[in-house]
């Protein structure tokens, strides 16, 4: 790109302080994904606390899981809004707030129904993270490393889960189960929810200390203060460039604040569908199953309570690692080949949890067992589920969502996409409780079938958009039996 001639190739390492300040912003900014990944999966330690002491049936279970999901869509819908019209901060503020009131409330909750309330406001606090703190990162990111900073947050999604399992784990430990007080006469599943506090509260600070986006400061006419704190952000040298940059991007987005995703497929656009079913293919494989209900499905074939936690906590690691490992292979190996090796591989070993599923005996005291050898295989299985997912579609479908939309609809297509995603969420957390009693080999035979559909639409629809500059990434799908766009 022109205007960077001048820059040395390092001005945005760690060791500059460009570099520095942009990463830095980025990880605080980034909290609001770690709070995504803790509010949503820390109800895992607590499901069947839950179900025992409000003695609620596994339709009702599945509802209070699944509520706090249909808040995230709204959250995530009203979020773009309102930070177009506060601020990011404010709004960040706001789900700050969210955040630890519905900590809170759901550890005190004296009912099923206040607990789904509380649920929902805390849905609503994690839509509206899961859009305020990637649009900060890109907004504050220099061009040259905002790839980069961008995957920060899906690994702060990842971290956020493994913390509230092992926080669950460690609560449920201190107590010798889930079920028993731990301390001022609340059980210990209730503290689960309370320790969120801590970090909504960290994350209300931030909200404090971080400086306003210079791009929502420039829409707002307050140029001085945008080139203040971009000052901080990019040499002398690049710092009129991003600001023109800039301003140009907020005008074609003015220009465009009236352009409609109408379009001939079912009344969208062909690449609308082509992000809500990459949306829809990455929740419909089952993967927050794992990562909301796991402990119980452990226990409810067998495993004891102490180590169906230790192996949720477990699973949140290896989350983590590959989370890494996509992150360094994305752009060496391209998009197309990871998706499709993660597609085999979770079709692989869905199967395989489906087939281990057949073999669980009940005892004499009526107990569900999975005896060796397929416990071990079924906990293997599962495990290598979530290594196939976390290094290929749990990240690269954020990457592609930000990347295969024109400029024109992009926020709202994202919007509609990530919308669609949480839907699809829903569905899958609401009907597992009653689908797995009724039968775990069918309820994993489904997910394999979607893990090996979603390898069949990978392989004919998806092209690969590895390295290429992000305007020219929508051509690639404009030509593939639709009517071309222009
Ligand atoms: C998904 C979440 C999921 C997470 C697991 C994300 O990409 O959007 O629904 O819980 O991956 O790591």
Same mark, same amino acid.
Not at 41 to 48: K, M, Y
Not at 267 to 287: A, C, D, E, P, T
């Given at each position: 790109?022109?205007?960077?001639?001048?820059?040395?190739?390092?001005?945005?390492?760690?060791?500059?302080?460009?570099?520095?300040?942009?990463?830095?912003?980025?990880?605080?900014?980034?909290?609001?994904?770690?709070?995504?990944?803790?509010?949503?999966?820390?109800?895992?330690?607590?499901?069947?606390?839950?179900?025992?002491?409000?003695?609620?049936?596994?339709?009702?279970?599945?509802?209070?899981?699944?509520?706090?999901?249909?808040?995230?869509?709204?959250?995530?819908?009203?979020?773009?809004?309102?930070?177009?019209?506060?601020?990011?901060?404010?709004?960040?503020?706001?789900?700050?707030?969210?955040?630890?009131?519905?900590?809170?409330?759901?550890?005190?909750?004296?009912?099923?129904?206040?607990?789904?309330?509380?649920?929902?406001?805390?849905?609503?606090?994690?839509?509206?993270?899961?859009?305020?703190?990637?649009?900060?990162?890109?907004?504050?990111?220099?061009?040259?490393?905002?790839?980069?900073?961008?995957?920060?947050?899906?690994?702060?999604?990842?971290?956020?889960?493994?913390?509230?399992?092992?926080?669950?784990?460690? %609560?449920?430990?201190?107590?010798?189960?889930?079920?028993?007080?731990?301390?001022?006469?609340?059980?210990?599943?209730?503290?689960?929810?309370?320790?969120?506090?801590?970090?909504?509260?960290?994350?209300?600070?931030?909200?404090?200390?971080?400086?306003?986006?210079?791009?929502?400061?420039?829409?707002?006419?307050?140029?001085?203060?945008?080139?203040?704190?971009?000052?901080?952000?990019?040499?002398?040298?690049?710092?009129?460039?991003?600001?023109?940059?800039?301003?140009?991007?907020?005008?074609?987005? /003015?220009?465009?604040?009236?352009?409609?995703?109408?379009?001939?497929?079912?009344?969208?656009?062909?690449?609308?569908?082509?992000?809500?079913?990459?949306?829809?293919?990455?929740?419909?494989?089952?993967?927050?199953?794992?990562?909301?209900?796991?402990?119980?499905?452990?226990?409810?074939?067998?495993?004891?309570?102490?180590?169906?936690?230790?192996?949720?906590?477990?699973?949140?690691?290896?989350?983590?690692?590959?989370?890494?490992?996509?992150?360094?292979?994305?752009?060496?190996?391209?998009?197309?080949?990871?998706?499709?090796?993660?597609?085999?591989?979770?079709?692989?070993?869905?199967?395989?949890?489906?087939?281990?599923?057949?073999?669980?005996?009940?005892?004499?005291?009526?107990?569900?067992? %999975?005896?060796?050898?397929?416990?071990?295989?079924?906990?293997?299985?599962?495990?290598?589920?979530?290594?196939?997912?976390?290094?290929?579609?749990?990240?690269?479908?954020?990457?592609?969502?930000?990347?295969?939309?024109?400029?024109?609809? /992009?926020?709202?297509?994202?919007?509609?996409?990530?919308?669609?995603?949480?839907?699809?969420?829903?569905?899958?957390?609401?009907?597992?409780?009653?689908?797995?009693?009724?039968?775990?080999?069918?309820?994993?035979?489904?997910?394999?079938?979607?893990?090996? %559909?979603?390898?069949?639409?990978?392989?004919?629809?998806?092209?690969?958009?590895?390295?290429?500059?992000?305007?020219?990434?929508?051509?690639?799908?404009?030509?593939?039996?639709?009517?071309?766009?222009?």
């Amino acid at each position: 790109m022109a205007g960077t001639g001048s820059i040395p190739a390092d001005a945005f390492s760690l060791k500059s302080p460009y570099g520095r300040r942009a990463i830095g912003l980025s990880v605080a900014a980034a909290v609001g994904g770690f709070l995504f990944g803790f509010d949503s999966s820390v109800i895992n330690g607590a499901v069947d606390s839950i179900s025992q002491d409000f003695a609620i049936n596994d339709v009702l279970t599945g509802f209070v899981v699944a509520i706090a999901l249909l808040g995230c869509a709204v959250g995530a819908i009203v979020a773009g809004n309102l930070s177009d019209r506060w601020g990011r901060l404010r709004v960040m503020f706001l789900g700050a707030i969210m955040f630890f009131v519905s900590s809170l409330g759901a550890g005190l909750a004296f009912a099923v129904w206040d607990l789904a309330l509380w649920r929902v406001i805390g849905g609503l606090g994690i839509g509206i993270a899961s859009v305020v703190a990637p649009a900060y990162i890109a907004e504050i990111a220099p061009r040259q490393i905002r790839g980069g900073l961008a995957s920060l947050q899906q690994l702060a999604i990842t971290i956020g889960i493994f913390s509230a399992l092992l926080s669950d784990a460690l %609560l449920a430990g201190a107590a010798g189960g889930a079920d028993n007080v731990l301390w001022f006469g609340l059980e210990a599943w209730r503290w689960m929810f309370i320790v969120g506090v801590v970090p909504s509260a960290v994350y209300g600070i931030l909200a404090f200390t971080l400086p306003e986006s210079p791009r929502y400061l420039l829409a707002k006419g307050r140029t001085d203060e945008a080139r203040a704190i971009f000052a901080q952000l990019v040499p002398p040298a690049d710092l009129d460039h991003t600001i023109r940059d800039l301003q140009t991007a907020i005008e074609t987005d /003015r220009k465009n604040a009236g352009v409609s995703l109408r379009g001939p497929v079912l009344g969208l656009q062909r690449i609308v569908w082509v992000g809500i079913i990459l949306s829809v293919f990455q929740q419909f494989v089952g993967i927050n199953v794992i990562f909301y209900y796991s402990t119980s499905l452990w226990q409810s074939v067998g495993f004891d309570e102490g180590d169906s936690f230790l192996i949720s906590v477990v699973t949140s690691i290896t989350n983590v690692l590959v989370t890494l490992v996509a992150i360094f292979l994305v752009d060496r190996v391209g998009r197309k080949p990871i998706l499709l090796t993660g597609s085999v591989m979770m079709t692989l070993s869905l199967g395989l949890m489906a087939v281990s599923f057949l073999f669980s005996t009940t005892n004499a005291q009526g107990e569900v067992e %999975l005896g060796a050898p397929w416990g071990p295989i079924a906990l293997v299985a599962a495990n290598v589920f979530v290594i196939g997912f976390g290094a290929s579609w749990g990240p690269l479908v954020w990457v592609l969502l930000g990347e295969i939309f024109p400029s024109r609809i /992009r926020g709202k297509a994202l919007g509609v996409a990530a919308g669609a995603q949480w839907i699809a969420n829903f569905l899958i957390t609401i009907s597992f409780p009653a689908m797995s009693s009724w039968s775990l080999p069918l309820t994993y035979g489904m997910y394999a079938v979607f893990a090996a %559909l979603s390898f069949v639409y990978v392989a004919w629809r998806i092209p690969e958009t590895k390295g290429m500059d992000i305007e020219q990434t929508e051509t690639l799908f404009t030509h593939r039996g639709a009517a071309p766009s222009s």
